[in-house]
Structures are given as structure tokens and as C-alpha cells.
């Protein structure tokens, strides 16, 4: 059995960080037809699904990761990096023709532009029956997949709902900006849901300023989710639990010098997870979340 298996994209991610590159309100200075001169490059792997089996993996949870692998050079740097964490991938599916690569361009205070390719794919799964191996966890994570089919991740939540497996959730802009209906399927299954506070508005269908954290905004725009686990992060201003008519805030942990802002979120999602599966406490769970993802925040790379 696994403790966590977490589902999503695994991606190799090269960061390059110099004088050349400038940046200047808000955006790099690049000319069409310019060449710029890294100072230093960094080569690490990345992806919702690889950095939360990595997190949880170095919090002591026994993890696997299930996700698309291409078969290509970059396979062995994968596989190296999530053996090297203790993450177990034995659910990995590798194909001929898969890509997943980011290009992140860094500035000295964290700040980054990302350059990415994913090979289209509407499946995480090759063969509907590697579905029944998702028996062997204990818990699931399911990473923003947003090219993925709905119905077939709705397939799976509610696969893991009768198998009584713990489900946590993150879902990005595409998804939040689906229907109500579409939504209302999909979050039916899902035991904790975790999504920033752009996403919420989006998802709720109202304005990010009219939306006040501080009360149970649960409650006022999505009630069917009071009896789960909701947790809104805001960056730098924190994070908001709710739960059961509750609401917790967790601070965000400050740092020195952020580093890199890449996998922030995905970094507090490995704390929150790893947490939870260990105490089933909403505050200690978002308490570890912010200070892991305060650890993310000072290296270059996203595990």
C-alpha cells in the first residue's frame, strides 16, 4: 500500500537566470531576433503530479506518482530524480511520443516567465483497467490536469469515493472557469479541494475585490461543499481553511529571499497532504503547507 499516490503532469524544467535577461514592469526585455547569455542554468524536474510525490515523500509518506513519461532523452533524468526522492514509479506510463518541458526564465527577486509544451493528451489513462491500481493508496492526490477529460476524472473520483480513499484536489483556471453544473459533478467526489483565490472567484463566478476570505465564503457561494474540506491560498496574504461552518487562516511564512516562485503551490499542497494524512487536522495541515512552500520559495526549482 502507498500512502499517497499523486496524479498529474511530470515535466522537465530549465531554468535560466542572468544579467542579460532584464526585466522591467512586470515583464522580461527580449528583442525579436535577440540572443542572451545565461549567468547560470538549472535542470530539474517539475509537474504537479512529480512535486507533490516528491514533498510528501521527504515529510516521510510512502509515494508514488502516476503520470505520462516520454521516451526520449529526458526519461532517465526522470526516472533518476524520482527514485533519488523515494518516489515510487511504478504507475508511470512512458511513450514514444510525450513531451513535457518548461523553459523558466528567472529574475534575481524570483520573479518568472515560463515557456512550456505538453504533448496534447486527453487520458491519464493508457488502459481503463490500470484505474483498479489506484486501490493500492491510501490517499489520492489528482494535480490541475486541464486537458484531461472531465468525465474521466470524475470517473476516477468517483471510483476512489466507493473505495472510501481520501481525495485531494487542485484545479486551475480552465477548470474553475467551467460551468456550475460541470463543476458540481466533478466536485461531488472530492473530499479536500484546494485552489487560490483567483481560481475561487473564477470557479464561483464572481469578482476576485467582492470576495471577502475572512468570512465563510463557502457557505455563501458553493454550500453543497460545507460538509468537506475546503483551503484558498493568497500567496504572501496566507491562507483560509473551511470546514463544517469553521474557518482557519494560516499566515504565510516569510522568507529572506525568495528564490524562485515556481511550485509554491504545488509545495504547500505536499505539506498540506502530507499532514493530513498524518493527523487529519486542518490547522496543523495548513501550519506544515506554509512553511514547506516557504522552503520552495528559497531554492531554484519547484521540489
Not at 4 to 32: H, M, P, Q, W
Not at 43 to 66: D, M, P, R, W, Y
Amino acid at each position: 500500500m502507498y500512502d499517497l499516490i499523486s496524479i498529474g503532469n511530470i515535466s522537465i524544467d530549465i531554468y535560466f537566470k542572468g544579467e542579460s535577461l532584464t526585466f522591467k514592469d512586470g515583464r522580461f526585455n527580449l528583442a525579436v531576433g535577440g540572443k542572451y547569455f545565461a549567468d547560470s542554468v538549472t535542470q530539474t524536474i517539475g509537474g504537479g503530479g512529480a512535486n507533490v510525490a516528491i514533498g510528501a515523500a521527504k515529510h516521510s509518506l510512502k509515494t508514488a506518482v502516476l503520470g505520462k513519461i516520454g521516451n526520449n532523452p529526458f526519461k532517465k533524468i526522470i526516472l533518476d530524480k524520482l527514485e533519488e526522492n523515494k518516489v515510487s514509479t511504478r504507475f508511470c506510463q512512458i511513450e514514444d511520443e510525450y513531451l513535457n518541458i518548461s523553459s523558466i526564465l528567472l529574475t534575481d527577486k524570483g520573479e518568472r516567465s515560463i515557456i512550456h509544451y505538453t504533448t496534447p493528451h486527453q487520458h491519464i489513462f493508457d488502459d481503463e483497467k490500470k484505474l483498479y491500481q489506484l486501490s493500492e493508496a491510501r490517499m489520492v492526490y489528482l494535480a490541475n490536469m486541464p486537458n484531461v477529460s472531465l468525465n474521466e476524472r470524475i470517473d476516477i473520483l468517483h471510483y476512489l469515493k466507493k473505495l472510501n480513499i481520501l481525495t485531494i484536489v487542485n484545479l486551475g483556471v480552465k477548470d474553475c472557469r467551467r460551468s456550475y453544473d460541470q463543476l458540481e459533478r466533478f466536485l461531488k467526489y472530492v473530499d479536500i479541494l484546494i485552489v487560490n483565490g483567483h481560481e475561487f472567484a473564477d470557479m464561483v463566478k464572481a469578482p476576485y475585490a467582492d470576495i471577502h476570505f475572512k468570512d465563510n465564503v463557502v457557505d455563501w457561494y458553493i454550500p453543497h461543499m460545507n460538509e468537506k474540506i475546503v483551503v484558498i491560498t493568497e500567496g504572501a496574504k496566507g491562507s483560509y481553511g473551511y470546514n463544517q461552518g469553521k474557518i482557519y487562516y494560516q499566515e504565510a511564512i516569510k522568507v529572506d529571499k525568495i528564490a524562485d516562485t515556481t511550485g509554491a503551490g504545488d509545495g504547500y499542497s505536499a505539506g498540506f497532504v502530507s499532514e493530513y494524512f498524518k493527523s487529519r487536522n486542518l490547522e496543523k495541515a495548513m501550519e506544515k503547507a506554509a512553511k514547506y512552500a516557504s522552503k520552495i520559495l528559497a531554492k531554484i526549482g519547484a521540489n
